[in-house]
């Protein structure tokens, strides 16, 4: 079973451009995650999707981020424009149902913002 | 904000040795996570504890849960080279949406 796809895996970019990454979920999986990991720090929930609509956007800074899940499969998660505190490994997870159960993580976006 | 704070933030230990982590929480919970993550790594699934269990085993882990503390303890038993990473704790915060919170993580250096 392939696992969770997310592309690119190292991005350099100036302070005000914008980026945006890729996730594809495991095949079937309803729940999709971005998680923001700042180095040092556990994961912080950006937004959770079930299918296509969002479940919980409410750490995500809506200002400059944006994300989408066309047709409830993969999703692109957008920043537009990138602040030096946006430097973080972006993390991409999905499960079965989105109830009690594990996450499945991808390897990661890191972000690095000049 | 962090829903876990795992104690120590480091622990380095000589191979065979049992290394212990543990996470405390703020809300009630449904279930709680451990999760590994190997350096430039995602995430792994270890072992999750459901808020009426008390203790759990998966090969050499053992992880207890106190809801009356709010705490948790993972115990990994008879270390290896390769269980050098960091831990992380994660609690659904009594939600049903599959959300969950992670913790700050414990770095795990196991020496050879």
């Known amino acids: 079973e392939a696992g969770v796809a997310q592309s690119p895996r190292y991005k350099i970019i100036e302070k005000r451009q914008s980026v945006a990454f890729w996730c594809n979920p495991i095949s079937g999986h309803a729940t999709l995650y971005w998680y923001q990991q700042i180095l040092g720090q556990g994961p912080k929930l950006l937004i959770q999707?079930?299918?296509?609509?969002?479940?919980?956007d409410s750490q995500l800074p809506k200002d400059r981020f944006s994300a989408e899940r066309l047709k409830g499969v993969d999703s692109t998660l957008k920043i537009q424009p990138a602040k030096l505190e946006d430097s973080a490994v972006y993390l991409c997870?999905?499960?079965?149902?989105?109830?009690?159960?594990?996450?499945?993580f991808g390897e990661g976006s890191r972000l690095t913002v000049l | 904000s962090q829903q876990g704070e795992e104690d120590p933030q480091a622990l380095s230990i000589q191979e065979g040795e049992n290394a212990t982590m543990n996470c405390s929480y703020k809300?009630?919970?449904?279930?709680l996570q451990w999760y590994r993550q190997n350096s430039g790594r995602g995430l792994v699934h270890l072992i999750l504890?459901?808020?009426?269990?008390r203790e759990k085993h998966s090969g050499r882990l053992r992880v207890t849960l106190d809801t009356s503390k709010k705490s948790s303890s993972l115990l990994i038993t008879a270390s290896r080279a390769a269980d050098t990473a960091s831990y992380f704790c994660?609690?659904?915060?009594?939600?049903?949406?599959?959300?969950?919170?992670f913790g700050q993580g414990t770095t795990l250096q196991v020496k050879p």
């Open positions: 809300t009630s919970i449904n279930n």
């Open positions: 997870a999905s499960s079965l149902t989105g109830g009690v159960g594990e996450l499945f």
């Open positions: 994660a609690t659904d915060g009594s939600s049903n949406t599959g959300k969950l919170i």
């Open positions: 999707f079930q299918n296509n609509g969002v479940v919980d």
């Open positions: 504890i459901r808020s009426n269990e």
